[in-house]
């Protein structure tokens, strides 16, 4: 039997990436008789905490370390050993092969393994265990240097003597003299221990050693971990941008240039050392922006009685798309005529309707009016005021697009299924088969990366494919099954405007100058759902743990949406900003993740991000070749197809939500509760009262989008920042809000 010894609290650090270490004393200070005991012998087991060594910031560590991988430190890439005694003779073997390092395999394998206990069991007097490795100690006194080697086993194995079922895929060992100098601690066997998990904790480095076949490519590994721990020294420049009571006009502008543009050539260079990634990830774009932007021209052409629909929204998707790829402040965020703002367009041709005005010249009027209003707010830096806005609205508002893609991917369908017209029976049935169809699968082969099927290349390709092959799949049995009624997307065979009788250009003078005054009130409440919009964007394409290295770019990105969108408006083309759930999306596509389980709950992290350009203009080129050449072969995709796509979007960006996760709370089970940090540090009637003020603001703000008062719904999530910087302080505590916010 094992008995463990967990160290208190105060022995902790909250941020040790080391999950656990497992320390026994010395083979100077143990009688080794003690293993040779009967059944019942009782072993042992001091269990510590271990802090995470930085590397990057402990210099003589760094420099000890890199010493030691530098002079081709002995790596087994594929270990074929399965025990404890076998894995550590090869790592041995390997470090005896330098006639320098005085290894002598047999009495450095005693030393290390220096008895078997009577059930056959072999013990490590010292190790360091984390997620996926060991590391073990010994202190020879034949020895004068350190000596370290690395390993990893073909297939996961459990290696740990102190209880735990973890699965060990690497392998560190490190050997030397005892009781090294005070003065030179560094270079001690546990601090050289400490340095070999400290690369075996990193997730770059486990994601990049999991796919070699070589010992010099396992050797490379870990220098390259060694190269990223060097500190990159830039000037600290004084830059108030960012300050809203001392930024300068146009400050947070010019910084945001001055920022963006040493990245601008990595934006392209980047993406040629992943050429397979760039491409799938422009062909999941295209998926997820032709199917709303489409679908969403349709609705457009409902409400605005023609005037605006599919052609227009395609036509300014590729042109307006590509040229905000090109010139953008953020790469990775993707410019769209969003679920809200086709709402607001329908609004605004009511608005005429009732004023008995010309629709599309009071709509190049409130266009230009929000246009002035955004290029006011670049100019004045008002963007750096939205720290105000946490999470607690972005939240929200996350959730308002989500349930915006299932209400609009659900109606039709469900209307044609519940309330067939004549001969439609069949149609209705086949759209349900097609819309749930088309999500289920596409879920799955965008998680089939985490399958025990086919390869792992293999599997990475069909994720990395997974919309678009859904999409072809789902069409292929809509054609197949020949169903009746069934419909597909009412687009022209060439590229004409919706409203043929209208010129290109809208004549502006065709609106009264009372009218045109008029046209600033929509107008101010276009650019409030404009900035709201453009801004929680880039926060949330901008996260921490995305990982992401050039920063933001909000100030910039205002500038050029508000230009585009001039230029959108004198010609009567639908308006486009900063789109959810499309822009975070596009950085999880790009990205690398690791999925581990920790606690029962399983976790999925990102390991690294790639910023790059390429795939927002390849994307929007490819757009453009379909606007201009495929519209036909646009007109054999069954529409519940695309409200398949919907779904799956809105699945997408609501499952990552910690609004939608707190809502599950309310329907599990107690026990099953999920050991996260919230539900353990913030009581469970804190976490009820908070997500129930967000779910009736989320009512509210759907319930005014849904009224007649919906060109006021912008103003409702300014009413619900104001809730929280103001209301909520009083009801939570601030401790409870920082972590209900995390």
């Known amino acids: 039997m094992t008995a463990s010894e967990p160290v208190g609290p105060e022995h902790q650090t909250d941020n040790a990436p080391i999950d656990v270490a497992e320390l026994s004393p010395s083979p100077n200070e143990i009688d080794k008789s003690h293993l040779h005991h009967s059944e019942d012998e009782v072993l042992h087991v001091r269990i510590q905490e271990v802090a995470h060594k930085s590397l990057r910031r402990e210099r003589k560590s760094l420099k000890d ?9 002995p790596a087994v890439a594929q270990l074929e050993g399965t025990t404890h005694k076998e894995i550590i003779s090869e790592l041995l073997a390997a470090m005896a092969q330098n006639a320098e390092s005085g290894i002598n395999v047999e009495e450095a394998l005693e030393a290390v393994i220096p008895a078997k206990r009577e059930d056959g069991t072999e013990v490590w007097y010292e190790m360091i265990e984390g997620r996926g490795f060991v590391v073990v100690l010994c202190e020879m006194a034949n020895l004068e240097k350190n000596e370290v080697a690395l390993g990893r086993v073909r297939t996961p194995l459990n290696l740990s003597v102190g ?18 100098a005070a ?26 050693a999991e796919g070699i076949h070589t010992d010099q490519e396992f050797i490379q590994a870990a220098q390259d971990f060694l190269a990223r721990q060097e500190p990159v020294f830039q000037p600290k420049e004084e830059d108030d941008s960012d300050k809203p009571c001392c930024a300068a006009p146009f400050s947070g502008l010019i910084g945001d240039f001055k920022r963006r543009i040493v990245w601008y050539p990595s934006d392209f260079t980047e993406a040629w050392e992943y050429k397979a990634k760039t491409l799938s990830t422009a062909i999941y774009l295209l998926c997820i922006i032709l199917a709303p932007a489409i679908a969403f021209g349709e609705l457009m052409s409902e409400k605005t009685g023609n005037q605006i629909g599919p052609v227009e929204i395609l036509l300014s998707q590729s042109a307006c798309g590509l040229l905000f790829a090109l010139f953008g402040g953020c790469p990775f965020v993707i410019i769209m005529t969003t679920g809200p703002l086709t709402i607001f367009i329908g609004i605004i041709y009511d608005l005429a309707d009732s004023m008995d005005v010309d629709f599309l010249a009071f709509y190049a009027w409130v266009g230009i009016w929000n246009a002035i209003w955004l290029l006011l707010s670049v100019v004045f830096n008002l963007s750096n005021y939205f720290h105000y806005v946490t999470a607690f609205v972005d939240q929200i508002f996350g959730c308002l697009v989500a349930g915006i893609f ?32 088309t999500f289920i699968s596409a879920v799955y082969l965008l998680d089939v990366r985490t399958s025990k099927l086919l390869t792992r290349t293999l599997r990475e390709v069909i994720s990395d494919y997974g919309t678009a092959i859904a999409v072809l799949f789902m069409t292929g049995i809509y054609h197949l099954a020949k169903v009746d009624h069934v419909e597909t997307l009412d687009v022209p065979d ?61 100030h910039w990105d205002l500038f050029i949406v508000a230009i585009l969108n001039i230029c959108l408006s004198v010609i009567g083309f639908p308006f486009l900003h900063g789109a959810l759930p499309q822009s975070p999306l596009h950085v999880m596509q790009l990205a690398e993740h690791e999925e581990f389980v920790e606690q029962g709950v399983l976790i999925k992290r990102v390991v690294k991000s790639r910023e790059t350009r390429v795939t927002g203009v390849m994307c929007h080129v490819i757009m453009t070749g379909v606007t201009l050449g ?59 009262l908070w997500t129930f003020v967000q779910l009736v603001c989320f009512g509210v703000l759907w319930g005014v989008k849904s009224s007649a008062a919906a060109i006021a719904f912008p103003f409702v999530i300014v009413v619900c920042i104001f809730l929280r910087q103001l209301a909520l302080p009083k009801l939570f505590s601030e401790h409870d809000m920082e972590l209900l916010e995390e």
């Open 65 to 73: 370390f890199r010493n030691l991988i530098l002079d081709q430190v």
């Open 163 to 180: 209880g735990s079922e973890r699965l060990v895929q690497f392998i560190g060992l490190a050997v030397g003299p005892p009781e090294a």
């Open 183 to 208: 003065h030179m601690t560094t270079r001690t066997v546990f601090e050289t221990g400490r340095s070999l998990a400290s690369i075996f904790s990193e997730p770059e480095f486990r994601l990049k």
């Open 406 to 437: 299932v209400y609009e991917g659900v109606k039709p369908t469900a209307e044609k299924f519940f309330w067939p017209a004549d001969n439609e029976e069949a149609a209705g049935s086949m759209g349900v088969v097609l819309v749930v169809g």
């Open 494 to 554: 060439t590229v004409k405007l919706s409203n043929s009788s209208r010129d290109f250009f809208i004549d502006l003078s065709l609106l009264p100058t009372w009218a045109c005054f008029v046209a600033a009130g929509p107008g101010f409440l276009l650019f409030t759902l404009f900035f709201i919009d453009e801004n929680v964007t880039s926060i949330l394409s901008n996260k921490k743990e995305f990982k992401l290295r050039k920063g933001d770019a909000k």
């Open 630 to 688: 495929a519209l036909p072969a646009l007109k054999q995709l069954p529409v519940p197809v695309l409200h398949g796509v919907f779904i799956t979007m809105a699945y997408q960006g609501a499952k990552d939500n910690p609004f939608v996760e707190r809502i599950l709370l309310w329907f599990t089970e107690l026990a099953q509760y999920p050991p996260t940090h919230l539900v353990r540090r913030v009581r469970l009637r804190t976490i009820y």
